[in-house]
Every structure is written in structure tokens, then in C-alpha cells.
């Protein structure tokens, strides 16, 4: 059975809309090595189509390049890459297929024998819709110390909460913190009455 694993970079007030500015500095060889972690064992890697384009704008020629991320870019180039898009023109890369619903891909790949792991790296709509859907086993975050203040955020206003459980929080020497979140049900209802008692600050 598939598990589904979303792999984000994000800021510390939440900006997982990548901006090179604030994020490479803090690549290190600690960083490369989660990456690569995420990365270990995947069938398949689910992509929406912004996110796609900026992959096959790069990785291939990276690959040709033959520099030190090649092997990286030869493991995406070989690995099943499932895109989100309706549209029906060729998407210009080996191991490459279109998906119209991407809820229904994520349902059949978890359901499937043969793939151990899905990663959607970045593809911040793909992933609010498998939430939405209940269909992500792992939030995957290297949360940087650093607050972008302008770009996308991963949760968007709505109604409904994901609580959460933390799997794992595994702090960088560059500051970044890799925090692996997986869902949860929410904790029992308490209100200020049922908290009170716990260390609350008394006077001199």
C-alpha cells in the first residue's frame, strides 16, 4: 500500500511558496541528506503542473549536464512522474503521465501493492486537496529560520482543522528544523475550566 508524503520547504511563518532569496542559504549537506531520505523508496512522484514545469525546466538539463546533481536528476528523470493537468499535450519527459483527477490517482496509488511511496514535493494545491481528501499519511517539513513575510502559504482559510501528530523534529546546525507530521484525530475537547490546575503562574 502506498503512503503518500508530502515534502515541503517552508519559512517560519508558514511560506512554502519557495523564494531562492531565503532558501539556498540554508541548503547544507544536512538538508541534501533529508532530501534524499524523502526521496528513498518512491514509486512514483505526484506533481501539480506549476510545479512540473519548474522540474522539466531543470532536471533534464541538469542530468545531461553531468555535474554533482546529476544523480539526483537522473533519479527523478527515472522515477514515475504523475502531473495533475487536464491538458492532453505531450509533457516533454520520460516516465511522464497526465492526470485529470488527482484524488482519484492518489486513491489508487495508495491502494497499490507495488508502490511503497508517493512524494509530492512542493505542489502546495495537490497538497490541500489530498488534506482535504484525507489522503496524506506524511506532512514532511524543513522549516527555516527565517520569516519570508510575501508568498504562498500552505493552509489557506477554511473551516475544517488537521490536527496532527508529530512523528519526528530533528533540529540542523544551520538552524532549519525537520519536523515529520503525520494525521491524527483531534485531542478531547477541554475548555479553560478543565486546564486551569496545570502550572498556572501564582502570586509572591
Known amino acids: 500500500m502506498g503512503r503518500i508524503v508530502s515534502t515541503l ?8 511558496e519557495i523564494d531562492p532569496e531565503w ?22 512522484i505526484l506533481l501539480g503542473r506549476v510545479t512540473y514545469d519548474s522540474f522539466v525546466g531543470a532536471w533534464p538539463d541538469r ?12 533519479l527523478i528523470g527515472d522515477t514515475r512522474k ?10 516533454g519527459w520520460r516516465n511522464v503521465e497526465a ?19 508517493v512524494i509530492v514535493p512542493g505542489s502546495i494545491t495537490i497538497v490541500r486537496e489530498l488534506l482535504a481528501a484525507g489522503l496524506l499519511d506524511e506532512l514532511r517539513l524543513l522549516v527555516h529560520p527565517i520569516a519570508a513575510r510575501t508568498g504562498e ?6 473551516a475544517e482543522r488537521y ?13 532549519v528544523v525537520r519536523l515529520i507530521y503525520a494525521p491524527t484525530t483531534p485531542p478531547e475537547a ?5 486546564v486551569k490546575q496545570h502550572d498556572m503562574p501564582q502570586p509572591d
Open 82 to 91: 504523475i502531473v495533475a493537468t487536464r491538458g492532453t499535450g505531450d509533457l
Open 153 to 158: 502559504r500552505l493552509f489557506d482559510e477554511g
Open 190 to 194: 477541554k475548555t479553560y475550566d478543565d
Open 9 to 16: 520547504f517552508s519559512s517560519l511563518d508558514g511560506v512554502v
Open 63 to 74: 542530468e545531461a549536464a553531468g555535474e554533482e546533481d546529476a544523480g539526483f536528476a537522473k
Open 99 to 117: 492526470t485529470p483527477d488527482v484524488v482519484a490517482t492518489a486513491q489508487a496509488l495508495r491502494a497499490d501493492q507495488g508502490v511503497e511511496k
Open 23 to 44: 532558501h539556498f542559504p540554508y541548503f547544507d549537506d544536512q538538508m541534501g541528506a533529508a532530501v534524499t531520505d524523502d526521496y528513498a523508496g518512491v514509486g512514483a
Open 163 to 175: 490536527p496532527m501528530r508529530l512523528v519526528s523534529a530533528e533540529p540542523f546546525d544551520s538552524g
